[in-house]
């Protein structure tokens, strides 16, 4: 587990040098807002977490209301982040603005699921920054399990109903950085998003060189024992890839009591099983050694 704040221009000039000193070595900056808006500090921000060898990632407060206003914040997004390289995922904040809020949860979760999907195709290692309160109670949270997910919830412990790879548990200083007082966002890091992101070729890095593999490169995915609600996510997940509509999902009881689900998915191509990994990930299957892959 690491150590990270979260600032913007309204921290002002950050001390860099201080907050390394300090033992942090994971920052998230805002990049910038809306349809347009640029964070005056971010450039600065990445220069100086660079020269302090400390591993930074952005995040885009949003304004949209639609699906299509997501896709062009996710847009300018990737022009501000061209020619950098952020070791920590590129996150689409969505918080409690009055259009927002306008909306229903199918809404609110379609700007999620666009501006993440253009975040991904672009090559970018996506996250979504929420608060616990918003995730469970104005997202189809089950619909967004594929993603990795930064919750907000001040306190001792997290509730979030999904798997989370950051925690922001504090915005109060609570690591007693010198020079911002009592106000600082303060979280806690459970992945190694450096290793992941560089491993897998994304955010501008060049991924290493694969091992050899068969001429064709079609897999054969088998998931479970599962949940109900873990196979439903899965199911999801493939349908928007076509894969169910290609009859390419099947499920199977492993149970006599049929509690859990068997999936076998394919044969798909390696980005379709790189997506369905990475939905395994945020669930903790592949962890628990329940993501099983063979090239056929």
Known sequence: MFYAIDVS???GTVDWAAVKKAGICHAMLRAGYGSSGIDPQFRRNTAACEGQGI???AYWYSYATTPAAARQEARRCLQVLAGLTPELPVAYDIEYEPGILALDNAGRTALVQAFLGEIEAA???GMLYASTDFIRNRLNWRELACYDVW???YGSACTCPLPYGIWQYSSRNALGIPGFGASLDCNRVYKDYPALIRAA???GFAAPDPAPVPENRSQRLTIGPVSSGDAWTLQQRCA???LTEAGLYRSAWADAGQNT???TIGPVSSGDAWQLMRCCAALGL???GLYRSEYV
Do not use: D, F, I, P
């Open 151 to 153: 919750a907000a919830q």
């Open 240 to 242: 928007a890839l076509g």
């Open 286 to 288: 592949t962890e628990a």
């Open 55 to 57: 591993h930074w990632g």
């Open 123 to 125: 090559g970018c290692y």
């Open 9 to 11: 221009k309204w921290q």
């Open 261 to 263: 689900q068997t999936l």
């Open 201 to 203: 070729g994304r955010n």
